[in-house]
């Protein structure tokens, strides 16, 4: 990660200061950032990191756990032996050479190699150390015959490969397997049922798929946002939002969804903000009379604006699947963030009645708390209009702001420490984003080559090509995908397809990704999956399903804000 930073800043100052760059930086970097997913992918396959879909087991009585957790590791071995040998059948096929490094391809697929191993490694180990050597042994069975069973049997159906892939993700994902893991399990099975995919290509399609320039600006904000509550920047902010809104009904609230707003054009990630949020408003909420469920449905709920008030991950992530103008839909990002904002702040107005309001700041306590919050809005300014006027690229604005964010903490005198802690938390977040992105992309070439495109873009013609049809049936799409799908898989699946679907209709497509990062994102409040409200009970300890009914309200504002994105849409 800190070669990853150094390697890009030393190209941004050569080509600035200098006018001249290094041969083969930006290959490298690829090359590095390859490497950091292969080797997180050990240590993300347990905790929040590994996105598991857990609900169904928590269901369940506990007597069904030992059989969930033999179900889990089978897939995670399945997964591991896929990115084994299939590495290494790749590398027994490729030849020939870097162009700007000079060095053999086959190093590329060698990190996967090591990663696969490592994964299988990590797991026995930690199964043998804790006393379910018995659960392993089974478990190491089960993939073994289901594995070998892929490669010699086949199944005549003419169902196409891709719905069986998905529906072995799916098993996948019940029985509490990683989802990086359930994707890459389930796609060494297509040949099985006729799919275009050896086990060589399945690698190849996943490196290939996280082999993007584009994709290194991830470790670089989530380095920022880790690095920003580090330096004490975050208090700051916090303090600057606590003297606008503080003083209004809901204040204490009202400060939780400004802080996130604020807060958005430094970190860009909305799990980051959560964990923030729940470790630091949380007890003050409660403290101010505010019921603990209610306290952190907030703090969700407000977690959302992070992914869509840019710098954002998530449009990151859809512009490298769909080759959309980043700057456009960042830029799109700030009036979609800026609109469910609102629409939040008349939601916490209606129903927060816990606490009195905050005292109202003077004029000067409101200047003195801009004044130190001047840093955070120097980052946001070096991201976004970085790469709206085209200085540096997202990747290098993301570099920028880290390298900013590091100077900030330096000199707040932060411990070496915590500044080591930021840099290996956020490679390993980064990995397993990063995996995540690699394992879809065998389920984005399978719904490419069994024609789910063109099955859609049929639909949209059957419809007229009517926008608000077309609309329409993409928003239920997404709102139905959400609730089963991980936020980022569902981006790199459905965004290729739905973008051109829309397109074709008349809809300006930087609008729609816009409406489609929206929808997406609000799933991180929806059951199953989540993700935003399990971090913040995970952070609080108050039930996810306490939570889950106290976020109904805000759901409900943010339900209105895509909606009326659909209709300017429509109108504009």
Not at 201 to 222: C, D, H, T
Not at 335 to 351: D, H, N, R, T, V
Not at 392 to 416: I, K, N, Y
């Amino acid at each position: 990660m800190a070669v990853l930073l150094v390697l890009v800043l030393a190209n941004v100052a050569a080509r600035y200061l200098f006018r001249t760059g290094f041969l083969g930086q930006e290959e490298l970097a690829i090359w590095l950032h390859l490497a950091l997913i292969a080797l997180a992918i050990p240590l993300a396959y347990r905790g929040p990191l590994s996105m598991r879909f857990d609900v169904l087991r928590r269901w369940l009585p506990a007597s069904f756990a030992t059989t969930f957790d033999v179900a889990a590791d089978a897939v995670s071995v399945t997964a591991g032996l896929a990115l084994v040998n299939g590495a290494l059948s790749s590398i027994s096929a490729i030849g020939g050479v870097s162009p700007t490094l000079g060095l053999p391809e086959w190093i590329r697929f060698s990190f996967f190699v090591t990663g696969g191993v490592l994964l299988l490694a990590m797991l026995c180990c930690d199964r043998v150390l804790t006393g379910r050597i018995g659960g392993l042994f089974v478990s190491l069975v089960i993939a073994g015959l289901l594995y070998g069973s892929s490669k010699i049997a086949t199944v005549d159906s003419d169902w196409p490969p891709s719905l069986f892939m998905a529906l072995i993700a799916g098993v996948g994902l019940l029985v509490s397997a990683p989802l990086a893991h359930a994707f890459l399990a389930a796609a060494c099975f297509a040949p099985l049922f006729g799919g275009v995919l050896p086990e060589p290509a399945l690698v190849s399609s996943a490196i290939n798929g996280m082999s993007r320039f584009l994709l290194l600006s991830i470790p670089f904000f989530l380095l920022a946002g880790a690095l920003l509550t580090v330096s004490g920047t975050a208090e700051r902010l916090v303090t600057f939002a606590a003297s606008l809104v503080g003083h209004r009904k809901g204040g204490l609230a009202q400060t939780v969804l400004l802080t996130s707003v604020i807060f958005s054009g430094a970190s860009g990630s909305s799990v980051a903000n959560a964990a923030f949020g729940a470790s630091t408003f949380q007890p003050q909420l409660v403290k101010n009379g505010y019921p603990p469920a209610q306290a952190g449905a907030i703090i969700a709920a407000s977690s959302v604006l992070d992914n869509v008030i840019p710098p954002s991950i998530a449009f990151l992530l859809l512009a490298a699947a769909t080759n959309l103008s980043v700057g456009s839909l960042l830029t799109g990002g700030f009036f979609a963030g800026g609109l469910m904002a609102l629409c939040l702040a008349i939601a916490i107005s209606l129903s927060v009645k816990a606490g009195p309001p905050m005292q109202k700041a003077s004029t000067r306590q409101r200047w003195s708390a801009a004044r130190s919050a001047i840093p955070a809005f120097g980052l946001g300014i070096i991201v976004v209009a970085g790469i709206r006027f085209g200085i540096v690229t997202p990747t290098e604005a993301a570099a920028l702001a880290a390298g900013f964010t590091l100077l900030l903490s330096f000199a707040a005198r932060s411990a070496s420490s915590r500044i080591w802690s930021c840099f290996r938390q956020s490679a390993l977040e980064a990995g397993a984003i990063g995996l995540l992105i690699g394992s879809a992309a065998p389920f984005a070439f399978l719904l490419a080559v069994d024609g789910v495109a063109a099955s859609l873009t049929d639909i949209v013609h059957s419809l007229g090509s009517s926008p608000v049809l077309v609309l329409l049936m993409a928003n239920l799409v997404l709102l139905v995908a959400g609730l089963v799908l991980d936020i980022g898989a569902a981006i790199l699946l459905l965004g290729p397809i739905l973008v051109p679907a829309a397109a074709a209709a008349g809809l300006d497509p930087i609008h729609f990704g816009v409406i489609l990062v929206v929808n997406l994102m609000i799933h991180g409040l929806t059951p199953p999956l989540g993700m935003l409200i399990y971090v913040v009970s995970g952070v609080t300890s108050v039930p996810a399903s306490q939570l889950f009914r106290a976020v109904l309200p805000y759901l409900a504002a943010l339900l209105v804000s895509v909606f009326l994105l659909c209709l300017g849409t429509l109108l504009f």
